[in-house]
Every structure is written in structure tokens, then in C-alpha cells.
């Protein structure tokens, strides 16, 4: 199959929604930016609005492969880059002649045959250009941010007994952040930047609807009412467009037929995590909803 290249901002978000991902203003224009000046580009925002989704679209949307690093805590570079498989060249030294000298048996253990890429050299070393995902960056720590650096920059990796593996084509590289630390200066100058926030009622809706067809088109309405009501309050975790997907097919599998304060009482547990914002959204949003018994819940 041929190359997908986009032409155009419009190019981009239209081809963002054919592989089911409905993008906001600036996503389509900085993901179009980041296809055509090759730079890495930052998405931050909260839990849940579409980070990770966004690099899946865009493997889909670019025909390419989706290379994936999910970062956590203490993740280095042995789980990034690359590892020796010690296994490996333990069993090859056993296995050999014990006439063979040392120094043909090291040739042949630091060879790419005992080398397990993990995500970052896949990406470098793939001969297709890729998607390259680095999610949740924010989960790592600066010595990684620095090292990763290294690896946008020149797209290039050193391995000291094989010698530089350098990239012959272009990742799209996207990297996701939580928000839950700062992330260096030196990262954000060689990425563009993309906030994704809590989308727009009819965004969001648009959303839902992609995501549960079948939902009753009022019910979809009203259950992204209620879930922008909700983030109004003064919540530890304010739900997030995933969880209003869960809610919408949570009420479809039950055969919900309105959003009552009854239905609403049995189901906030899909939207809501917490056992003081279960009590906050309770008595904040249920009572709302069963004085309006049925009717809409527009602006008041
Ligand atoms: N713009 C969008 N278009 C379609 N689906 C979306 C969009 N934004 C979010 N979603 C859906 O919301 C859910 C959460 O998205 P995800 O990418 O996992 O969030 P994040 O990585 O920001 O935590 C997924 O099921 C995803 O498909
Ligand atoms: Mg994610």
C-alpha cells in the first residue's frame, strides 16, 4: 500500500475522523505541523481526553505501524533501548568448543542475534517509517527525559559493541503527559505542543455518539449534560470523556430509557471514583435531576 501523505490541515482531520478519532481545533493543525517538519510533539492534558488516541489514529490514518513505550516509574534503558539477551549469550558460550577463543566468541555474542530491541531502537532500526508512542512521560524521570533527548534529536542510538544505529526513515513521534510534573525546558524546545483538555458539550457528544451509535440520540444529550455538571464541581478526579463512554455503554447494556435521578443514582459509579466525590455528586447532581424529573437540563 502506498504512503499516506497528507496535504493539508483539512487532509489531516478528515483522515483523523475516517480512522474514528473526532479531533479538536488545533489537534488536526499540530498533528499536520508534526507530520511535515518531522518534530515530536508534546500532548498534555488530563487522564482520559485522548492522548494515547490520538497516536493510534494517526498510525491508522498514516498506514503505519504504532510503536508503543509505556512509561512508569524507574522504566531505563534496558526497557527503552535495548537489552543484551544474557540467556542467549550464556548458552552460546557454553555451547561452544572450549578451543574457541575468547575473542571469537565475544564477535559473536555482541551481535544483533542476541539483541533484544525494545520500543526506541524498533522505532529507529524499522525499516517502514512508524508511529513512534512514548505515553506517559511524565512517569519517568529526568535522567530518562535526558536520554530521550539524545534520542529525538539525532534519531539515533549507540550501541557501544555494535556501533550507532541510525534511523533511515522518519518516526511520527508522539510523546503524552499526564501533567503530573514539570517536564524540561530542553524536552518542550524540540516539541510542539498540544493541549488536550475536557471537550466542548457538543464535542464531546459527537464523541459519545461515534463511540455508542445505538445510544438514544436525547439519553447521549443528557448523559454529557450531566457529565459537564459534574465537572463543574469541586472534584478529586472529574470524569473524563472515557468515562462518559463507559456511562453511554453502560446504559445501553442496561436498556436504559431515560436518565432519571434513579438510573443516575445506580450508575454514577461509572463516572465517579471516588468515595467523596461519590458523596459530592450524589447530593449535587441527583437531587438536580430528580426535581427536573424527565425534562432538560439546559442552562439554568
Ligand atoms: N477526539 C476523540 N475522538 C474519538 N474518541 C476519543 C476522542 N478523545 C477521546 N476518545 C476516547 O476516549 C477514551 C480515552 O482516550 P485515551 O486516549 O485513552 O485518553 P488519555 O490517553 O488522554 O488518557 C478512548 O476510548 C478514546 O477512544
Ligand atoms: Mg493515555
Redesign the pocket.
Known sequence: MAAVEPTSVADVSDGLRRA????GESTALVAFLAIKLGKPVLVE?P???????LAKALARLLDRRLVRLQCYEGLDETKALYEWNYRKQLLRIQAEAAGTGWDAVQDDIFSEDFLLARPLLQAIAAPEPVVLLIDEIDKTDQEFEAMLLEVLSDFQISIPELGPVVATTHPVVLL?SNNSRELTEALKRRCLYLW?DYPALEHELE?VR??TPELDAAIARKLVEVVHMVRELDLKKPPS??ES?DWARALLLLGADDLDADTFRSTLSVIVKHRTDLDIVAERVGVRLGSLAGGALAAE
Do not use: S, W
Open positions: 474514528d478519532y473526532l479531533p492534558g487522564a482520559g481526553v485522548g492522548k494515547t488516541e503524552t488536550l464523541i461515534l463511540h470523556i472515557a463512554i
